[in-house]
C-alpha cells in the first residue's frame, strides 16, 4: 500500500513514450504526456476525443510541414524521415508557448488504452484493500467504548458549520479527498473540482487542527493508520451527526412533527412554523438529519436528503402561497391590504415595535411590548403553545449587523425565553446571518416581514 504513485511506468510506443501521471482527485492513472523527440504533448481526453493539446519545445528532429498558416492558427504535419505521418496539429500561437491538438495515429490507441487500464486494475485492487481495511475499522471503533466516546463528544466542541452549511461540510470532504489516495468512493460530496473559497481554507484549518488531533488519538486506540482513521472517523462522525442534529430540532420543534409521516409532511409542517426561517441552511439541514433519522428506509445520506428536503422547501412555500392567494380571492370582502412594507418604511423604532407586536397578535399571540428603555435587547414577547419568544424590532434604513444578534442572545437569557428573533424592514449582513445560525435566532428581513404583512393584514 506505500506505492509511489509519482514515479508511473513509461510506456513505449510508435510515436514515442507515454509517461502517465496519477489524477490529483482520484489518485488513479488516466492522463498524462507524449514524449517525442523534443516535443511534449498533455493527453487531455486520449480514449474520447484521440486529441493531444500540444507545447512545441524548440528542439526537434521530425520533420514538421506548414499545410496552412493564418492569423488564428497554423496547421502543421509531422512525419519521420522515412516519411510517414507521425500526427497533423492545430497550432494556436499564445505569448511564449504553441498550444494546439494532434491526432494520434489510430492503432497506437488500443495500446495506450490497454496500459492505462491495466495501471488502474493495480490501482482498484488496492482501493478495495483500503475500504475492506476501513470497514473492519469501523466496527473495531464501536466496539471500543472510550473512542466511540471520543468521537461523540467531539461534536459537542467542534463547530457546527461542518456539519449545517453545504459548502463546508462539501469543502471539508474536498479536503479528506485530496489528502488521501484510496479512499475517494467513501466520500458521499460530487464536483471535487469546486473551490468553494474561504470554505475551503477554513476546511483545511480544520482538518490540520482538530480533526487531525482527533485522528491521532483515535488511531492510536485502534490501531490502525492515520488514512484509514481518517475515514473511520469521518464515518463515525457522520453516523452520530445524526441524530445529534435530529436532536436538536426536537427539542426546539418537536412537537410539531409528532403526526408526520412522511418527508413531505415533515416539510409541509416546517414552513408554516413561525419560528423558522425556512430558507436558512442551518434549518433546512436540521430537517435533513431529523428525517434521516425518523424515515431510515428512505437509505438516503446527508447531502441527498438535503437535495430532497430543499426541493420540497420550495414546493411547499410555493403551495402556501397559492392557498393564501387562494383564501384572499375567495373572501368575498376582499380588499387592498391596509398597510404594506412601503408605509413601514416611514415608522419610527416605537411606531415599528408596535406593529410588531400587533403583527404577532394576529398570528395567534398573546403579546406585550416591554419597556423603551433598558429593554435588554427584546422589544416584544410573544406566547403561544406555552413557548415565549423574544423578538427585536429594527426599523433600520441599513442592513442589521450581528450587534442586533448579539442583543437578542442576552435578552433570551434575561427574560427566560424559549425563542428569538430579530425583524427588520431590511436585510441581515452576512457576519449577522452566521451569527444567527450559530445562536439559534431567527432572522426575519423585508422579503419575510412583507409576506407576513400581505397575509395578515388584509
Request: charged content about 20%; glycine content about 4%; hydrophobic content about 35%.
Amino acid at each position: 500500500m506505500n506505492t509511489d504513485w509519482d514515479n508511473s511506468d513509461l510506456l513505449s510506443t510508435y510515436v514515442g513514450k507515454v509517461k502517465y501521471y496519477k489524477d490529483k482527485h482520484t489518485h488513479s492513472y488516466s492522463h498524462g504526456e507524449l514524449l517525442l523527440e523534443g516535443y511534449r504533448y498533455t493527453i487531455l481526453d486520449l480514449i474520447d476525443n484521440k486529441t493531444y493539446e500540444t507545447i512545441l519545445e524548440p528542439e526537434y528532429t521530425y520533420k514538421v510541414s506548414v499545410v496552412e498558416h493564418n492569423t488564428e492558427y497554423t496547421h502543421l504535419t509531422i512525419s519521420k524521415n522515412d516519411g510517414s505521418l507521425i500526427g497533423s496539429f492545430m497550432v494556436n500561437f499564445y505569448r511564449s508557448r504553441v498550444n494546439g491538438k494532434a491526432v494520434l495515429i489510430e492503432d497506437q490507441i488500443p495500446i495506450i488504452e490497454e496500459h492505462i487500464n491495466a495501471l488502474n486494475r493495480k490501482f482498484s485492487n488496492l482501493v478495495a484493500i483500503f475500504e475492506t481495511s476501513v470497514v473492519n475499522g469501523i466496527e473495531t471503533l464501536k466496539a471500543d467504548v472510550d473512542s466511540y466516546q471520543i468521537i461523540s463528544n467531539f461534536l459537542n466542541i467542534c463547530d457546527y458549520k461542518y456539519f449545517l452549511d453545504i459548502d463546508y461540510f462539501r469543502a471539508f470532504e474536498k479536503k479528506i479527498r485530496i489528502e488521501t489516495k484510496f479512499g475517494t468512493n467513501l466520500i458521499h460530496s460530487e464536483s471535487h473540482n469546486v473551490s468553494y473559497g474561504d470554505a475551503f481554507y477554513e476546511a483545511e484549518s480544520f482538518f490540520e487542527n482538530e480533526f487531525s488531533m482527533l485522528i491521532r488519538i483515535v488511531s492510536a486506540n485502534i490501531n490502525v493508520s492515520f488514512e484509514e482513521c481518517i475515514f473511520i472517523t469521518w464515518t463515525i462522525l457522520k453516523e452520530l451527526s445524526v441524530v445529534y442534529f435530529s436532536n436538536i430540532l426536537i427539542q426546539d420543534y418537536g412537537d410539531y412533527f409528532i403526526n408526520c409521516n412522511s418527508i413531505g409532511e415533515c416539510v409541509n409542517v416546517y414552513v408554516q412554523i413561525d419560528t423558522i426561517n425556512p430558507d436558512s441552511m442551518a434549518n433546512a439541514s436540521l430537517l435533513s438529519y431529523y428525517c434521516i433519522d425518523k424515515f431510515p428506509k428512505t437509505n438516503l445520506n446527508f447531502l441527498e436528503m438535503y437535495h430532497r428536503v430543499c426541493s420540497e422547501i420550495s414546493l411547499a412555500k410555493d403551495q402556501v402561497k397559492l392557498n393564501n392567494f387562494r383564501s384572499l380571492l375567495l373572501n368575498t370582502h376582499t380588499m387592498k391590504s391596509s398597510i404594506a412594507i412601503d408605509d413601514i418604511d416611514l415608522m419610527n423604532g416605537h411606531e415599528f415595535e408596535h406593529f410588531i407586536s400587533s403583527l404577532f397578535a394576529k398570528m395567534g399571540y398573546s403579546t406585550y411590548v416591554t419597556k423603551g428603555s433598558g429593554d435588554q435587547g427584546v422589544d416584544v414577547v410573544a406566547e403561544k403553545n406555552m413557548i415565549k419568544i423574544g423578538i427585536q424590532a429594527k426599523c433600520y434604513s441599513n442592513s442589521i449587523t450581528n450587534k442586533a444578534v448579539q442583543e437578542i442572545v442576552a435578552g433570551i437569557k434575561h427574560y427566560n425565553l424559549s425563542k428569538g428573533i430579530v425583524v427588520t424592514n431590511n436585510y441581515f449582513t452576512e457576519s449577522a446571518q452566521e451569527l444567527a445560525n450559530s445562536n439559534g435566532i431567527v432572522l426575519w428581513d423585508r422579503t419575510i416581514l412583507k409576506e407576513k404583512i400581505e397575509n395578515y393584514f388584509k
